[in-house]
T-cell receptor, first 116, second 114 residues
Framework: KAGVTQTPRYLIKTRGQQVTLSCSPI?????VSWYQQTPGQGLQFLFE???????NKGNFPGRFSGRQFSNSRSEMNVSTLELGDSALYLC???????????????FGEGSRLTVL | GNSVTQMEGPVTLSEEAFLTINCTYT??????LFWYVQYPGEGLQLLLK?????DKGSNKGFEATYRKETTSFHLEKGSVQVSDSAVYFC?????????????FGKGTKLTVNP
């Protein structure tokens, strides 16, 4: 079956702009998590959604937001972009919320955002 | 809070060499422990896991044993291949206060030369 699909794969924005990233989970998976990956900070948890509800949120400013739709697809939005937002944004899906299952997440290939 | 510390890379080995990547964790209670691998240009994928003390996770020749007494989960492989070149992430999963997330180490880049 198809894996986790993230779009777009690459994008370039300028400071002050906003960006929306999309994630389609594996069919049947209802939990979607987002992570930011940078060389300096590694993988940092952004948020997790399950059944259209945000279950958990990482330590990021309010400029970072997300949502999940009834078909489990998820979007994350970053407003007023800063240079430091340049990163690989990874989406991961699982059948059940993290902690209730095996802890296995299925990751997409990521969306690489460059802020100029 | 919960945290994971991995040995810093990069690690460069010759084919058929023995691999150890150290991972220690800080957590209250009994977390589940994982190793994820990220091949070039791809997302992360689960390599192996252990859910309780003394469990050994294994996959594709890699092994790691959950050591509660040393709070460690070191990754080992007896004979690495060029195709093992990737970034390896140690992670823990812990339910606390009704919320849950995977906490990852910063990753260790492994390069295996022929």
């Amino acid at each position: 079956k198809a894996g986790v699909t993230q779009t777009p794969r690459y994008l370039i924005k300028t400071r002050g702009q906003q960006v929306t990233l999309s994630c389609s989970p594996i069919s049947g998976h209802r939990s979607v998590s987002w992570y930011q990956q940078t060389p300096g900070q590694g993988l940092q948890f952004l948020f997790e959604y399950f059944s259209e509800t945000q279950r958990n949120k990482g330590n990021f400013p309010g400029r970072f937001s997300g949502r999940q739709f009834s078909n489990s697809r998820s979007e994350m939005n970053v407003s007023t972009l800063e240079l430091g937002d340049s990163a690989l944004y990874l989406c991961a899906s699982s059948l059940v919320p993290t902690g209730r299952g095996t802890g296995e997440l299925f990751f997409g290939e990521g969306s690489r955002l460059t802020v100029l | 809070g919960n945290s994971v510390t991995q040995m810093e890379g990069p690690v460069t080995l010759s084919e058929e060499a023995f691999l150890t990547i150290n991972c220690t964790y800080t957590a209250t209670g009994y977390p589940s422990l994982f190793w994820y691998v990220q091949y070039p240009g791809e997302g992360l994928q689960l390599l192996l896991k252990a859910t309780k003390a003394d469990d050994k996770g294994s996959n594709k020749g890699f092994e790691a044993t959950y050591r509660k007494e040393t709070t460690s989960f070191h990754l080992e492989k007896g004979s690495v291949q060029v195709s093992d070149s990737a970034v390896y992430f140690c992670a823990l999963s812990r339910t606390q206060g009704g919320s849950e997330k995977l906490v990852f180490g910063k990753g260790t880049k492994l390069t295996v030369n022929p």
